[in-house]
């Protein structure tokens, strides 16, 4: 069973920084995608950047010279490094990957930022 295990979130003021981590229970070499995902309450939820297999990354244009997304194959895990937080960043972040045909989702971790 594949497992994403995301850390990190928590309370943060505005113009604050946060670390997301992604725990994979398998190598993040046999991903295609490893991505991060966020929903705040009442909204779809909306891709916020994604790593390939191959190390290429993208990080969606609302977030852009913000967050960065990055990897550690060494520990199966992938970062999402969030600077000059928003209110409006505020929203559950998802670990997503997709594997042997397979998206997997971990249980997400919330972030808040007070204005």
């Known amino acids: 069973q594949v497992r994403l295990v995301e850390s990190g979130g928590g309370l943060v003021q505005a113009g604050g920084s946060l670390r997301l981590s992604c725990a994979a229970s398998?190598?993040?070499?046999?991903?295609?995608?490893m991505n991060w995902y966020r929903q705040a309450p009442g909204k779809q939820r909306e891709l916020i950047a994604g790593?390939?297999?191959?190390?290429?990354?993208n990080v969606q244009d609302s977030v852009k010279g913000r967050f960065t997304i990055s990897r550690d194959n060494a520990k199966n895990t992938v970062y999402l490094q969030m600077n000059s937080l928003k209110p409006e960043d505020t929203s559950r972040y998802y670990c997503h990957g997709f594997i042997y045909g397979v998206n997997y989702w971990g249980q997400g971790t919330q972030v808040t930022v007070s204005s």
């Open positions: 790593v390939t297999r191959g190390g290429t990354t």
């Open positions: 398998e190598s993040i070499f046999s991903f295609n995608t």
